[in-house]
Every structure is written in C-alpha cells, then in structure tokens.
C-alpha cells in the first residue's frame, strides 16, 4: 500500500517538475500564455501530491500503531479494554 502511494506521490511530483522546466524552456518561445497556464496547473500539483501520499487506505490500520511513550500506550490499552488496570498501590 505504502509503495502504490509512494510510486503516486513521485510521479504527480515529476510531471510537476516536467510541467515548470517544459513551460519555461520550451512552450514560452511559442506562447507566454500557455506558458503561464502550464505553472498553473503545476503549481496545483504539489498539494494534491501530498493528499495522495498521506492518503490511508481501509487496511492501514495507523490507530493501532504505539506512539512510543508507554504510559500513553498502557492507557490507551486500558480504555480499549486489551489489558486490565494495574493495581495502584
């Protein structure tokens, strides 16, 4: 899943690159215009890269996932009913 995403994420990037170097060093000889409109969309790209790449798919569960701190992780347990509460002298 990780990868598909990955895969996404460097290929909307590169047409963005593709996009700006193509719209200043060739399309602006024949039309400033286009040019511009080119940088436009391009400049779109970057954010929706970012939605794609942070996107979580059905099977990705992150929830799950310890935060690292394990008193966080021990309450979090608690709540969720996998482990019952230590005695507290």
């Known amino acids: 899943m990780l990868s598909r ?12 690159i593709a996009l ?4 200043w060093a060739v399309v602006r000889i024949w039309s400033v215009p286009a040019a511009v409109g080119m940088c ?7 954010p929706l890269a970012a939605v794609v790449a942070n996107r979580r ?4 569960r ?4 310890p935060s690292g701190d394990p008193k966080s992780d021990e309450w ?9 509460p230590r005695d507290r002298p």
């Open 20 to 23: 700006f170097v193509l719209a």
């Open 57 to 60: 798919g059905p099977d990705d």
């Open 5 to 16: 995403r990955r895969r996404a994420y460097f290929a909307m990037m590169g047409a963005c």
């Open 76 to 84: 979090w347990d608690e709540l969720d009913g996998r482990r019952r």
């Open 40 to 46: 436009l969309v391009a400049m779109v790209i970057p």
């Open 62 to 65: 992150w929830w799950d996932d």
